[in-house]
């Protein structure tokens, strides 16, 4: 997939920010937002990736969310994690592909057909970035998405 639009320099915890507060979930987002994450990206892309992965988060975690954006060396990072049931090792692999599902619990009847998670790949890849999953601290899931940082020379 190839980024479609034209990219624009942005602050990253900004464009989290606003996703967040134009949401009504049912569960609570702890956001911990550092200004200044810059990329360059085009912007309904991402924010269709933030979206995606706050859905996901929702419908699996159990009490709270948490969602982090950070610089990480010439990256910057979006961390989205809940406290629901996590992701096995042995399918972390995987649940990037289209209509992967891990058990008849996350069913389209609860939700999703099984493509928000490949969309998400798809579009960290067309910026030139990756996305993973590993265990969060309290036992559910922790989608990491690393972005490069935009160039700091030039800005004005």
Do not use: Y
Not at 69 to 94: F, K, N, Q, S
Not at 132 to 138: F, G, L, N
């Amino acid at each position: 997939m190839r980024a479609s639009g034209e990219p624009v320099r942005v602050d990253l915890a900004e464009l989290v920010e606003t996703e967040i507060a134009t949401r009504a979930d049912p569960l609570p987002v702890l956001p911990r937002l550092t200004p200044g994450t810059t990329v360059e990206v085009v912007c309904h892309e991402v924010r269709r990736l933030v979206a995606n992965l706050l859905d996901n988060a929702q419908r699996h975690g159990k009490h709270v969310l948490q969602v982090e954006v950070r610089e990480d060396g010439g990256h910057a990072e979006l961390v989205v994690a809940d406290d629901g049931c996590g992701i096995p090792p042995a399918e972390r692999a995987w649940i990037f592909e289209r209509f992967a599902r891990l058990d008849t619990a996350r069913s389209r009847s609860h939700g999703g057909a099984g493509l928000g998670l490949a969309i998400v790949r798809d579009i960290a890849e067309a910026h030139g970035g990756t996305v993973t999953v590993e265990e969060s601290a309290s036992g559910g899931a922790r989608f990491v998405v690393r972005l490069p940082l935009a160039d700091r020379l030039d800005v004005p």
